[in-house]
């Protein structure tokens, strides 16, 4: 017996059900990956203070991978022209997988009294892999998805995405909180650590196999022949134009600034004033959780006053926060010094990310201003993670030669000052030179599609941006058409 239902209509079915498909299938890899991103990017710190990771050890562990990472994420713009774009991501993210596993492993090996004097060296190593593959996955996964994802409905469908990501990896940070204090009471911190990023390693390996079920839309002739030299020259290009060389040095130099004495905040809470690891976890929720409440509303301010306005106030407001950890010891205290934190990092964020579309010429490809910016920050970041590991190992020496004008509470107080310091001169310097650009109609916050894609308590949110969407008026013209197509 034929079908009565024309052959067209049928495709259109079958293609609306693997679209639905695709999309229930990377809902659930957010809270798959999630899973290992909540712990891997929160937990690394105080995993190497627990493998007795000196100064300079934990200035690496900043720096080296970051570099390696913003390489990675320029030559994975260049290899995905010659490998299928699928392929490529879920082979990666099967490799991040057993990178994290290895870390899982290297826990183990410090069961009891076996710590060894590689671990450390092999955790950075670990690292640089786990950042590689990150970089790697990236710049595709965004290709994947903008193709994937109807343009009417990639607004909403990655805010549901990053609120799944968020109660995700929040979960996990409590969770992993938790067993490492149970675990820590009992002298088997290794243990907590093993199954923290064991679990981790299962999350990742499960997102593997979601990405692998997930339908790709990318055409067979999507690869052609560009050379890796290209990728280079259009940086050099790019920096000749002064607004985005300044905005790139500016959003660049902040984070080396940051990077300068981000490994050490873990150091003085869980060493110095010997914060449990869930007192630890909490304290680094009070930022991430602002951070995710404030976005829509510094979205909706930058939408009325402009990006410029929102840079400079919360630009101001980072060099302050290292100062004010300084004041009190106070858990209650340090917990209102996060939020503040949270604040300010989730203004600089959204505004840098929207500023970076506002200054870009147009009929040029954003990701790939969007990738040199990145890849100029990693390199800014590896320098003030190797500063800061050789000031935070001389901290000591410093602080007991000005022991007569001053005599810090910590050490690394002499960290701390020097990152508030250097942000204030980026700041001053960078911020004069940045004006608010009148290229053309800035798009509603809601226009430009960003998801979340990591965060850190010390750092920020990482927003990574997807596509930009059509106009409102295009947008809802649209979504009346495929509403109507769905009742016919």
Same mark, same amino acid.
């Not at 079920?213 to 259009?234: F, K, V």
């Not at 858990?331 to 203004?347: D, E, P």
């Not at 700041?427 to 650009?437: H, I, M, S, T």
């Not at 920020?460 to 596509?467: A, E």
């Given at each position: ?31 798959? +990956?999630?899973?290992?991103? /909540?712990?891997?990017?929160?937990? %690394?710190? $105080?995993?190497?203070?627990? &493998? *007795?990771? =000196?100064? @300079? ?39 991040? +997988?057993?990178?994290?596993? /290895?870390?899982?492993?290297?826990? %183990?090996? $410090?069961?009891?009294?076996? &710590? *060894?004097? =590689?671990? @450390? ?368």
């Amino acid at each position: 017996m034929h079908s009565l239902i024309p052959a067209t209509e049928t495709s259109i079915q079958d293609k609306k059900l693997i679209l639905r498909r695709a999309l229930r299938y990377s809902q659930q890899e957010a809270v798959a +990956s999630a899973t290992m991103t /909540g712990t891997s990017d929160n937990f %690394l710190n $105080a995993f190497a203070i627990y &493998l *007795q990771a =000196t100064a @300079m050890q934990l200035g690496w562990l900043t720096a080296i991978p970051q570099l390696f990472g913003a390489v990675s994420q320029i030559i994975s713009v260049w290899l995905g022209n010659h490998v299928r774009r699928k392929p490529l991501v879920v082979t990666t993210a099967f490799l991040q +997988s057993l990178i994290v596993a /290895g870390m899982a492993t290297l826990a %183990l090996t $410090a069961a009891g009294d076996r &710590l *060894q004097d =590689t671990s @450390m060296p092999w955790l950075i190593v670990l690292a640089v892999g786990y950042f590689t593959c990150l970089n790697c996955i990236q710049p595709h996964w965004r290709a994947w998805m903008g193709g994937l994802v109807p343009q009417p409905r990639r607004g909403v469908f990655f805010a549901a995405r990053s609120r799944l990501t968020m109660a995700a990896s929040l979960l996990v940070f409590v969770a992993g909180g938790t067993v490492l204090s149970v675990t820590d009471s009992s002298n088997n911190t290794w243990l907590g650590f093993a199954l923290l990023f064991g679990m981790a390693a299962t999350g990742r390996m499960i997102s593997s196999i979601l990405l692998w079920r997930m339908h790709d839309p990318e055409p067979e002739s999507a690869q052609n022949s560009m050379r890796l030299l290209d990728s280079w020259r259009h940086v050099r290009e790019s920096l000749k134009d002064s607004s985005f060389r300044h905005y790139s040095f500016f959003v660049a130099s902040t984070q080396g600034a940051v990077a300068l004495s981000a490994p050490f905040f873990a150091v003085y809470m869980l060493r110095d004033l010997e914060f449990t690891y869930l007192q630890f976890s909490l304290n680094a929720i009070a930022s991430i959780g602002t951070q995710f409440v404030m976005l829509q509303f510094w979205g909706k301010f930058s939408d009325r006053f402009g990006n410029h306005l929102v840079m400079m106030v919360s630009s101001c407001m980072i060099p302050l926060i290292p100062l004010l950890w300084m004041v009190s010891p106070d858990y209650n205290y340090l917990l209102f010094v996060q939020v503040v934190s949270g604040i300010s990092w989730s203004g600089f964020t959204l505004s840098t990310a929207n500023y970076l579309y506002d200054i870009r010429p147009h009929q040029t490809n954003f990701a790939l201003y969007a990738a040199i910016q990145s890849g100029t920050s990693a390199l800014m970041v590896f320098c003030g993670g190797l500063l800061g590991g050789y000031l935070a190992r001389h901290a000591p020496e410093i602080a007991a030669n000005i022991s007569d004008f001053w005599q810090p509470g910590s050490d690394l107080f002499i960290v701390f000052v020097t990152t508030a310091v250097l942000r204030m001169m980026v700041v001053g310097y960078f911020v004069p030179k940045l004006k608010e650009p009148k290229i053309r109609r800035r798009p509603r916050i809601l226009e430009l599609i960003f998801r979340v894609a990591r965060f850190n308590a010390i750092s920020g949110v990482t927003l990574d941006w997807v596509s930009v969407a059509k106009k409102a008026r295009a947008i809802n013209k649209e979504a009346a058409s495929s509403a109507a197509d769905d009742e016919e």
